[in-house]
Every structure is written in C-alpha cells, then in structure tokens.
C-alpha cells in the first residue's frame, strides 16, 4: 500500500453500538452490524442501520463540535461525511477510506428561483464531489465497510454514477471492483471514469433492473461485497448530507427539500438524517421532502398517486406491501432511467413521514429546467434538474408557496453528460425511437432556452456585431 493510501486512510475516534435492522414493522429482525447481509434474512425486507445514539443533552454539543470540524486539518475531519461520525457506525481504529467528499455547496439560484415561481431557491450541489456525483457520500461508507469485512471485490450495477464512485473508492482501498452495466446506456464520461479507475467493466444486454437483479445473485459468493444502495451502509453515508445541508442552512430547517429519485437511495438517506435530528432535538420539525422522477421511470410517482386517490386524506394509514414495476424505463435522464427501485419503502416512508410528494415530470420539462439551472452559473446532470422541474408544478399546484424556503439537491455535474446540453442548445435532443426494448417515442425536446454556437467570420467587426445584436436581444 502507497504512503498516500496510509494517509488518506484515518482511524476514529469514539465507539458507536449500532445493530441491523429490517424495516418491515411486522418483522423488525436486527442483526449484527458486521455481519454481510444485505436484506432481512427472514423476510427479505430492507435493512436500516440503527445507531445508540447521544442523549439529547450530550447532542446539545455535536453541532458546536460539528462546526469546528470544518476548520481542522485531520483527513475525517475535512470529510464532509466523517466529520459527523457519531452518528455512523464505526468503531475507533476503523480504516476509513476517504476522499475528502461531502463539503458540497449550497448557492443561492435567483433565475431558477422565478422560473420555479419562487422568491428565493437555494440548490445544494453534489456534483461537487471527488467523483462528481452525490454518490460519493455512501460510498466512503460502504468501502470502508467492504474493507473491514475483508472483502476481496467490490461490485454494483450502475446507470454510471454509482459506478464511477465505487471504482474510485475501491481503487483507493486496493480491493478488485466490478461494475455491471447497461451496455449504450451509460454517458461516455461516467464510463471513462470507471476504466480509469481500473475497474473492470462488464456491459450486459438488457436495463439498469437487469443488472441490479445479477449483482443481487452474486452476494451469494462470500468474497464479494455488495455497495449499491440496497446496502444500508451506502444509506449512512448519504445522510450525513442532511447534516451538512442544515449546518450551512443554521439550523433552520428549510420548508421543502426537493430530490430526484431513481433507486431511491438518495431520498431514504435524507429521510433518515432528518429523522436523526429530530430524534436528536437538533431540529424541531421535519423539512417536507418531495421525490422527483421522470415521466418515463417513475414506478413511485405512480404508487403515490393511486395511494392519493384511494385515500386522499390520510396516505400514511396503509402502507403498501409492493410497487409495480415500469417494465422499460424510458428518460433521457439516464441516471434515473429505472423501472424497479430496490429502496422505494424506505424512500415512500420518508416521504409520508415529512408532508410530501412523490411526482413525475416530463422529458420537456427536465430539459428546460436544466438550462435554466445553467444560467445561474450553475452546471447539473439532467436527473438533477427533475427538481427544479418539479419545484415549479408544486408551486403551480400551491403545494410550495412562493415565500416558502426550499432547498433543492443537484446530484450530479455538467460534464457527467455533455452530449446532452449539446444536443438540447443545438436543437437536436430527442427520445430515441425504435421497435425494441430500448424504443422511445422519438419526442423531440423543443429547447427554450437554446444558446446554440454561433459560426462568425475572424474579425474583430462580425465579433462585436454578433454582441451588439445579443444586447439588443436582450433588452
Ligand atoms: N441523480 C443522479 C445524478 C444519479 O446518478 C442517480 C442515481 C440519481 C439522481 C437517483 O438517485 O437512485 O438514490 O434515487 N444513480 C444510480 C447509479 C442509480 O447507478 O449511478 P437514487
């Protein structure tokens, strides 16, 4: 192992008793924190971690000692994850693979605010992370996890940011990785990240869902180590983002939180770090939090919707035992192209607990929204943009109100998916059509806020020309 391995790798300090357990109510099994196990093993429901936490009184301090964190120079303190480490399940001397990630910021969005039909909207920005996706905040987690159990390989199935991740992270720890994925469906630049990280990369025919399914099988094999979002130790890790979301917000807890949801990872972690606070008395309200998906993937967006309409006052009386697949997921936002979310309880739990809503947005809409997010300076995948999208049906539907506080969460950069934005400012982004499994509608995206390059002649004249008739474009 390189010296810089040894030194990005620190150890905790402080001892956390913390067990598994099945989140079925009717079950509730816990098992031990170490021990690899992915589902309950007696009814295969989802897994939650369960720490002992601090009193409320000895939580009074962790926000003061929380904050001061952020000035230290020690490698878990720098970690916008470790840095709340009494709320993870490790114990002192654990090796934790870090790459400094969390930290992301949040920045107010005055253009995606009156598009959204807001007076104010701040986004938090994961795509600022090491790999650049919010991804990398479970995954610190999960191999620190991987290398404790002394697993030899890391896997996942990936629309490509989880990937990414994971063979970034793997490759800090020296474990093998393999990720599987939909073979065309991943943008160039996530797949590029993995082959650089020396992951190997195994392409399948057939969908995200697909690959989710073999990797399931392969934990059969006791030398593999499972770190998709089914893993409860990627959960750990992203809730911490909810800490730092409200430390940055003063401990104000914003009205709404607004998120994309794919797997559905994302959305239960915030759940969790919210619920975590409120056990805590860190905050006294939970912030609503609103799921986003696209029109074509959006199995959850549907679950919600019929439970509304089956009992519009009370929808968290009945909690329902299965979701109904979306047999070919169909967006352009590719990271969110899934049909069957492995977290969907945890993630619908969440959502019911804190007042809010699980939607749908269209293609056009996604589009739209991203461009305006770009014209705040600030640059996001497509899948993030959901939230921008869907900020402006809840208020359209007066679910958000216009002075309300709403924060909404950017998974992933820009660069993650160039091909796109090229596509939307060139007026060429369209559905794909077809007759297969893959077939879309051939919708094409209309652009409204096109900024397509434009070919001049090499003169300083037709240079200041095309700026003058911008201006007056513009005015
Ligand atoms: N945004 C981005 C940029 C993503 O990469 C993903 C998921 C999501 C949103 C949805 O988050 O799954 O936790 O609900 N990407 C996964 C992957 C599936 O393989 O990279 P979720």
């Known amino acids: 192992m ?28 816990t098992f031990g924190i170490r021990e690899r ?12 971690i369960q720490c002992d936490f601090p009193s409320r009184a000895a939580a009074g301090s962790l926000r003061k000692q929380w904050e001061a964190r952020a000035a230290s120079s020690d490698p878990l303190d720098r970690s916008g994850v470790w840095r709340y480490r009494e709320l993870l399940p490790f114990n002192a001397g654990a090796p934790i693979v870090t790459l400094f990630e969390g930290n992301a910021p949040l920045y107010e969005a005055p253009r995606s605010a009156a598009y959204g039909g807001l007076s104010s909207l701040r986004l938090k920005h994961l795509g600022s992370n090491p790999t650049g996706s919010f991804k990398d905040t479970g995954m610190t987690v999960a191999v620190t996890q991987a290398s ?18 994971l063979a970034a992270y ?17 943008t160039t630049a996530k797949l590029a990240q993995s082959m650089d990280y020396g992951a190997a990369v195994l392409e399948i025919e057939g969908n995200f869902d ?33 800490f730092e979301l409200l430390q940055q917000c003063a401990w104000r807890v914003p009205d709404h939180i607004v998120v994309p949801g794919g797997n559905m990872g994302n959305s239960s972690a915030l759940a969790k770090g919210y619920y975590e606070l409120l056990r805590l008395g860190l905050i006294d309200r939970l912030p609503k939090l609103h799921v986003v998906q696209a029109e074509g993937a959006a199995p959850l967006a549907r679950l919600f919707a019929e439970m509304a309409r089956a009992q519009p006052r009370d929808t968290a009386s009945s909690f329902p035992d299965r979701i109904t697949p ?5 967006t352009l936002a590719t990271a969110i192209k899934i049909g069957a979310p492995v977290s969907w309880q945890k993630s619908l739990r969440g959502v019911l ?24 300076g600030i640059g996001c995948e497509p899948s993030s943009a959901t939230t921008v999208a869907g900020i402006r049906r809840l208020v359209a539907s007066k679910i958000i109100r216009h002075d309300d506080s709403v924060v909404a969460v950017l998974t992933g950069h820009l660069l993650k998916d160039p091909d796109y934005v090229s596509h939307y400012h060139r007026g060429t982004l369209a559905l794909p059509s077809g007759g297969d499994d893959r077939a879309g509608t051939g919708e094409q995206i209309h652009g409204a806020f096109r900024n397509p390059p434009e070919r001049v002649a090499a003169s300083k004249d037709a240079i200041l020309e095309s700026l003058d008739r911008r201006r007056r474009g513009n005015s």
């Open 2 to 29: 390189s010296e810089h391995h040894t030194a990005d790798r620190a150890s905790l300090a402080g001892l956390q008793a913390a067990v598994q357990r099945c989140v079925v109510t009717a079950c509730g099994s």
């Open 37 to 48: 196990i992915y589902v309950c093993s007696h009814c295969g429901g989802p897994l939650e």
């Open 148 to 165: 404790l159990l002394g697993a030899q390989t890391v896997v996942c199935a990936s629309t490509g940011n989880t990937a990414a991740s």
């Open 170 to 186: 793997a490759a800090r720890a020296d474990l093998q990785c393999a990720i599987i994925v939909p073979r065309g469906q991943i």
């Open 210 to 242: 697909d690959a989710m399914r073999i990797v399931q099988q392969l934990t059969a094999d006791p030398s593999i180590y499972l770190a998709n979002s089914i893993n409860p130790f990627r959960i750990e890790g992203q809730k911490t983002v909810a």
């Open 326 to 330: 979306v047999e070919h997921p169909q």
């Open 353 to 376: 607990q804190s007042g809010g809503q699980v939607l749908a947005v269209s293609e056009q809409e996604i589009a739209d929204a991203k461009a305006i997010i770009g014209r705040d």
